[in-house]
């Protein structure tokens, strides 16, 4: 399994990109999609998680109600909406994939929010 994240930059604060991450392999649509992230000097902390069926998210209580997470199986894509960006957000992202007792992580994209 491979994951390739996509999408971060250079944000304005108040910004709304979206990360991408697309898997390759075949266990994409059986797995849980996470994002985590890893500020400068932090541990990796827990941003978004959603189920194989899309039909279970769960969520950091710094970027509730600011960030969704969905995917699309027929992709082998998981996404991070992400708005009302703060200079707090600030870091490099991971996608992760977990089934049973495999799991996978991608090299991140790292999104830096200006204020």
């Known amino acids: 399994v491979q994951l390739q994240a996509s999408g971060g930059g250079l944000v304005q604060a108040g910004g709304s990109p979206r990360l991408s991450c697309a898997a390759s392999?075949?266990?994409?649509?059986?797995?849980?999609m996470g994002w985590y992230r890893q500020a400068p000097g932090n541990q990796r902390e827990f941003v978004a998680r959603i189920s194989p069926a899309g039909g279970s998210t769960n969520y950091a209580d710094s970027v509730k109600g600011r960030f969704t997470i969905s995917r699309d199986n027929a992709k082998n894509t998981v996404y991070l909406q992400m708005s009302s960006l703060e200079p707090e957000d600030t870091a490099v992202y991971y996608c992760n994939l977990q089934r049973l007792r495999e799991n996978y992580w991608g090299e991140g994209t790292q999104v830096t929010v200006s204020s």
């Open positions: 392999g075949g266990i994409f649509s059986f797995s849980n």
